[in-house]
């Protein structure tokens, strides 16, 4: 397995803070915290799962990470080299290091480009400008994710979207990355076939050393790849541990309210559900105290103060003062 | 499903089968290939459109299809000259408008910010004038001739591909294959280039059309009031002018052939943007 | 036994190409049977039919499909070839409709309240104010809070949970006799889509209609429904019991779906290989053939018939 900077981790976030500024017709300033001061690390040959419902702002750190959308706050290193406050042209050198992989596949190809285009792009990031040297790396890179490279002159409609899946990852592996922000790799596609794609991972972890930065909301899915697992909800994390940890051992409200949700069969879970009320809100952000406040079975005065990660019994962090308090109380232990 | 049938390709029909298939498909095809034939080799066939033939003001004939001028001039043979020229200007005036208002959309919706606002209310405030008039103040103060013609309806169509190509690019500014092409270390023009300008082209070659068309309609217009093109060269809104006065004695052939060739010009033109825009 | 509501059998549907032939043929004799005051799930991924079978029902199949041949009886009464004047009196009355996206079945332009009040006066008669009351009693029935209020909202002043709830309420303004939900929650985060399946299961018990419930998802399937079918590939797989098709799947299609739902080993899933196949021609064997872990050649024989074994239906020559 090939190691970080000094056997140190790839890459270290460190209290990111994502705001999106908006105007209204007016001109006034709307501003929409997205990602409000996470930090986490991600290790040579590890997966880092994000879990977390639709606008959590989940999604948006892979984002920043690749400086696709720039930040408020905080700090990212990769490799060792702070990447925030670098130009494009600064950045092109990490760029390499870190790529991505979309939810759609099929919105990540331009539609009139011919795949053999499509991954040609990232062949020249290499530098290598003889074409038929490109053709190699392609053949090879549409290869070890199981196609046959004849796939490549067609088109992306042309292609199932498990294909395409395949490819998009092919595409990513052309310049060598040390880092993959999967971002929903397997959401668009049929049950049948998600494992295949998740199976097509693993394997390039265990080959390539690769890390992987997973974003789902598939519990499943992240259950069959993560290492460590972090639980967001509107920006924040609440709960960060092991994989066995917030599988099995889950203290937080939310995570435990999303294991009930998604039913899951295989992974034994202690202590009671959770049955959440209400929906997520991001007129939540605003408040100081518990964000899962209005949702919350067991939400008291208390939970309006300011809460912090702390460390439970079994290890893990948690952003609930009664998780870590008094576990008893909400139906743990 | 749709959309795979559709871009599949069959090998065995060759490019120019395609092209002869697309033709006679629609009568819109048809008819703007006929209309460019006749504008390419038509006034290679016809008789001088300023030579006086002798009888003037003679009335529709076997001779003289659709009659003759004041000054005995064959109308048939200047419709078909004047239809060289009209195509002419109202492609070029089109192109001009394209090149220009184009990419300046496409930057302003990629850049967004202040340059994108700028261009955004500079175009607007030239839309806020009617067209005509803009175009008629403009040639009366540079004074008419072909180039200025051409320069000046250009002008008048740029906010048009300015503001129909901001609107087309905004959304493909973040789909995800721009950020991958962006993942890929690609250059903002590199990726104006390749991914954007050519995933907008249709909507701009449909518009096109009817920019031609419209072009045309204003040189007639601008001809019409005798701002256009000089006498005695033949163009069809300035042919229109000049049969006018004859209509109220019964000539009416003088007006009618030339502004029924606008007419068929214009049509077909807009069927075609509205083929491009569906068929395909 | 007495009539099922919902008897559809021997369904086949047919999308025409360019030329006059068929293109494609999604539906290859499907057969479904709904009893009255049952929840039925029909269960297959993207391109197994579900949907098209769903959209034959409420006669309103895409552009392009037409029914070749079989049966739809609605409580014995026969509705392929019947006119759309009798679909819509049917849609409006006995069966009712939910999509995935909510919002496509409520009017942007009408209240949500409004529009509700005026199905319940269409089809109780009851007056204006009362049809009114009505209404907001069904949106807090269906745990919309603060009803009266949000009655007078527009769809899109709703979130996506609340409107799939108002969507709900407009569908069951006409107490219809089944309900046909097509992937009423997909679009939904876990923690919601838990709280809208329980509403709908419990709102159609209470009115003692029935639930023909569209989903990819088995695990929803397990939670929601009585009885569920398995569609593959425009075939209906296995039908029965809930309990004994999700736990003791008979055909291999439905253990191979499950197993891809639940394994998990050594940071592997459990995945099928290959796709499902697109369907051109009428089939001549069993379509899961080429993907299929206990393929044999007799699966190559013949199109297996549905046939009963058991407390279930099942389409496999090996069972």
Not at chain 1, 233 to 256: C, I, N, S
Not at chain 3, 241 to 266: K, M, W
Request: a positive charge.
């Amino acid at each position: 397995m090939r190691q970080g900077v000094n056997g140190g981790p790839l890459l270290e976030v460190w209290d990111l803070v994502k705001d999106y500024v908006t105007r209204d017709a007016k001109l006034r300033r709307h501003v929409a915290r997205a990602v409000d001061g996470i930090s986490f690390d991600v290790w040579p040959g590890e997966t880092f799962a994000i879990v977390g419902e639709s606008g959590s702002g989940k999604s948006t750190v892979g984002r920043v990470l690749l400086k696709l959308t720039g930040a408020t706050g905080g700090t990212v290193t990769l490799l060792g080299k702070d990447i925030l406050g670098l130009s494009e042209k600064q950045f092109r050198g990490s760029r390499r290091h870190i790529q991505m992989v979309f939810q759609d596949p099929l919105a990540a190809f331009d539609p009139r480009a011919t795949i053999r285009a499509s991954l040609r792009e990232f062949a020249e990031f290499g530098g290598d400008r003889n074409r038929s040297r490109q053709d190699e790396a392609i053949d090879e890179s549409v290869r070890s994710v199981g196609l046959t490279p004849e796939i490549v002159n067609r088109r992306p409609s042309q292609v199932s979207g498990g294909q395409l899946q395949r490819l998009s990852v092919a595409r990513s592996l052309l310049v060598a990355p040390r880092l993959l922000f999967l971002d929903e790799p397997t959401s668009s596609l049929d049950v049948s076939i998600r494992g295949q794609i998740v199976n097509l991972l693993t394997t390039l972890q265990e080959t390539e050393g690769l890390s992987y930065l997973l974003v789902a909301h598939d519990l499943r899915v992240v259950y069959a790849m993560a290492h460590r697992v972090a639980v967001m909800y509107l920006g924040q994390f609440v709960e960060v541990g092991t994989k066995d940890q917030v599988y099995e051992q889950a203290h937080h409200p939310y995570t435990r309210g999303l294991l009930e949700a998604a039913a899951l069969d295989d992974p034994p879970r202690s202590g009671q559900a959770v049955r959440l009320s209400g929906e997520i809100s991001s007129e939540q952000v605003r408040s100081t105290g518990c964000r899962l406040i209005n949702r919350c079975p067991f939400s008291e005065t208390r939970c309006q103060e300011p809460q912090s990660l702390r460390p439970t019994e079994s290890g893990q962090l948690v952003r609930c003062w009664k998780a870590v308090e008094m576990p008893v109380s909400i139906g743990l232990g | 499903m749709t959309s795979r049938a559709a871009t599949r390709e069959t090998p065995t029909r060759s490019r120019l089968g395609r092209v002869v298939r697309v033709t006679f498909r629609t009568p819109a095809y048809l008819s703007m290939a006929i209309i460019a034939l006749v504008a390419l080799v038509g006034p290679f066939l016809v008789r001088d459109p300023l030579g006086f033939l002798g009888g003037t003001l003679a009335a529709p004939s076997v001779e003289f299809w659709f009659g003759t001028d004041q000054f005995g001039r064959d109308i048939f043979a200047r419709v078909v000259h004047a239809a060289r020229l009209d195509l002419w200007v109202g492609l070029i005036a089109a192109a001009l408008a394209v090149v220009v208002g184009m990419p300046l959309g496409a930057l302003g919706a990629y850049r967004g910010g202040v340059s994108d606002a700028l261009l955004l209310r500079v175009s607007e405030s030239f839309q806020a004038f009617p067209t005509l008039l803009l175009a008629l103040g403009i040639v009366a103060a540079l004074g008419p001739s072909i180039p200025i013609l051409i320069m000046v309806i250009a002008m008048v169509n740029v906010p048009v591909y300015l503001r129909l190509t901001r609107s087309a690019v905004k959304p493909l500014v973040d789909s995800d294959f721009v950020l991958a092409a962006r993942c890929a270390g690609k250059s903002q023009a590199a990726i104006l280039r390749r991914h954007i300008l050519p995933n907008v082209s249709e909507i701009v070659f449909a518009q096109f059309s009817v920019n031609v068309a419209w072009a045309i309609q204003i040189l007639a217009a601008l001809s019409f009031v005798g701002l256009g093109v000089k006498l005695p060269t033949a163009e069809w809104g300035a042919m229109v002018r000049d049969g006018i006065n004859y209509m109220y004695y019964g000539q009416w052939w003088i007006s009618l052939f030339p502004g029924l060739a606008i007419l068929a010009t214009v049509l077909t033109l807009n069927y075609l943007s509205d083929e491009i825009r569906h068929g395909s | 036994m007495t009539t099922p509501l919902l008897d559809v059998r021997n369904l086949t549907v047919g999308f025409s190409g360019t030329g006059g032939g068929m293109a494609s043929l999604p539906l290859q004799g499907v057969d479904l049977e709904v009893p009255r005051a049952t929840r039925m799930s029909l269960v297959g991924e993207s391109g197994s039919g579900k949907s098209l079978t769903a959209a034959a029902v409420i006669g309103m199949l895409p552009k392009g499909a037409e029914i070749m041949s079989g049966s739809i009886r609605l409580d014995g009464e026969e509705l392929v070839g019947v006119g759309e004047r009798r679909l819509r009196e049917l849609r409006g009355r006995r069966i009712a409709i939910m999509f995935q996206n909510p919002r496509a079945s409520l009017n942007p332009v009408l209240t949500v309240g409004g529009q509700i009040a005026e199905v319940i006066r269409v089809h109780t008669g009851a007056g204006r104010r009362e049809s009114r009351q009505r209404a907001v009693d069904l949106l807090d029935q269906m745990g919309i809070p603060d009803a009266r209020r949000r009655a007078g909202d527009y769809v899109h002043q709703y979130s996506g949970g609340m409107a799939q709830r108002a969507a709900l309420a407009m569908a069951l303004s006409c107490r219809p006799d089944l309900l046909i939900a097509d992937e009423p929650t997909t679009g939904l985060d876990a923690t919601l889509q838990q709280q809208v399946l329980e509403l709908v299961v419990e709102q159609v018990s209470n009115q003692g209609a029935s639930l023909l419930l569209i989903t990819h998802d088995i695990a929803v399937a397990r939670r929601t429904c009585e009885r569920t079918t398995v569609l593959y590939a425009g075939r209906v797989m296995e039908s029965g019991p809930t309990g004994s098709v999700t736990g003791a799947p008979a055909n291999p299609y439905t253990d191979a779906l499950l197993r891809a739902f639940a394994t998990v080993e050594d940071g592997r899933m459990y995945a099928i290989p290959g796709t499902v196949p697109t369907l051109v021609g009428p089939l001549a064997e069993c379509p899961f053939t080429n993907r299929c872990p206990r393929v044999g050649s007799e699966c190559h024989d013949e199109l297996p018939p549905l046939r009963v074994v058991g407390d279930r239906k099942v389409a496999c020559v090996k069972v």
